[in-house]
């Protein structure tokens, strides 16, 4: 996606942040610090796994509420209009959150005004521990646009998803909004809490599995050494931020 | 005459019988212990079986047993047309429950946490909470809104918030708050029976804490009202009134203070709204000090109706001004040191306990 893409152009996801907010140009250290809670966390240690934001890079978060990104997403699309800015949004969201009612509102809106918003549904076919055939009727999210356009994307297939984001930016920048539905897989469970295996079968995950990961753990282990070293916040940190100015709580 | 003699020995043995069965029962009514997550899980259960008119909707409450593991078992005993797992649209289902409920059948409706309840917040207030006034009475809506509210831990601002205040602000609903086991059992039974609305607020943190609980709890038939407090612990230098988890820190400052010299009065609120006022004011009477402890945001929050309520009618009783404890006035911190300040501890308690008493606070 990032291929396709500049840093003028927002992204916007779930609390699925992590990845997203790397390939926005967040460092390991930055990673690992957050989730463990440390000073040098993107967040300072105070958002945590599912508030990663890096605003120097258009990258918008990092949102806790499903679906909640969707309208978010169409928020900035309808701001880089304003600005004449030339740039699109990508909002990304689950296969889970795609039946989320804000979608819709914000899919008719931004088809009415025209906005640059890609609404990128990351279909991995589970709503945290519901399979999409029991929660969508019709689990053709690309198709769900009626009146606007989509398109079916194998997400395993790197060069597919460039190639789908170049076309879309193009078209969203035309023609207003434009749904992705990419197809993937999720290989663990939803979070720490859930082990992955009570709704589904070993053997279909291995199945999907690749084998890319080896090279990079070593760089992935430096980081989380150097996280762990990382300082707490400072006790004065509970305080700061609550405000952009000024009305600051006293102690 | 052989009849005589078969009952007279027959009464001699029930008689040595008796004392050891008695015995036996009060040893095990003392050594039974549940946890909160069993004693809501049973309540559920034995109120589906009870009421035909009952059933449960929410995200993964079937299938995957509850995300909390609180409705585990029960899509298999009743089926999936009483155990009904949801797409992720809060707004969407609350919204089919409380037409349901307008009917006559009586959801319970489960939030995977509170958080995500300011989705279909229009439904419960709106929808529901207002109904039985707006319609003069012909339609009551007799639906439980359930789940996890409040902090847990590490889950950042967004999944971390209390709602107990912003409920029990709005007439037409009922806001409970169980802490132990008996309260989840009693609570959760009766908010199923009851003709209106009711938010019930639990705690994450509580579902695997186990307590002890009695034969009597264990009844089916059994309830706890609704609209009054526990005394928790008898008192009678300051009274502290606190609900949900901080009830169990409260009780645990009261042990630390008895040893100094300070007979700590612990109230379990159980119910925000209706909240027993009468029995925080005659607490208050008798020992003139108080203190209210919540996890929640300090504004507008529980600590300051019980400020409120009391000033307005023990005003003269009071000895001291009323000390509130509650969470810091932030969006809750993810790093675990500043999320330990952020929500308040036992020394908080006990500190705030010490002021009240005039004590000197180390």
New interface residues.
Partial sequence: MEAALTKKDCIITSYRDHCTFVARGGTLLEVFAELNGRQAGCSRGKGGSMHFYKKDSNFYGGHGIVGAQVPLGCGLAFAQKYCKDEAVTFALYGDGAANQGQLFENLNISALWDLPAILVCENNHYGMGTAEWRAAKSPAYYKRGDYAPGLKVDEMDALAVKQACTFSKEHALKNGPIILEMDTYRYHGHSMSDPGSTYRTRDEITGVRQDIEKEVRKELDNAVAQAKENPVPESSQLFTDVYAKGLGVEL | MLGIVRQKTLEQSLKKIRPAVSVLRSYSSAAKQMTVREALNSALDEEMSADSKVFLIG??VG??QG?YKITKGLLDKYGPERVL?????E??FTGIAVGAAYYGLKPVVEFMTF??S??AIDHIINSAAKSNYMSAGQISVPIVFRGPNGAAA??????SQCYAAWYATCPGLKVLTPYNSEDARGLLKAAIRDPDPVVFLENELLYGESFPISNEVLDSSFCLPIGKAKIERKGKHVTIAAYSKMVGYSLKAAEILEKDGIDAEVINLRSIRPLDRSAINDSVRKTNRLVTVEEAFPQHGVGAEICACVVEESFVYLDAPVERIAG????M???????R??VPQVEDIVRAAKRACYRSVQ
Avoid at chain 2, 85 to 89: A, L, Q, R, S
Avoid at chain 2, 154 to 159: L, P, S, T
């Fill in positions: 995200e993964e299938e995957y995300a797992d949801t797409p992720i649209t707004a969407g958080n995500f300011m989705q590490g889950v950042g601002a967004q999944h810091a006035d932030v969006p911190p993810y790093a675990a040191n500043l999320e300040m952020a």
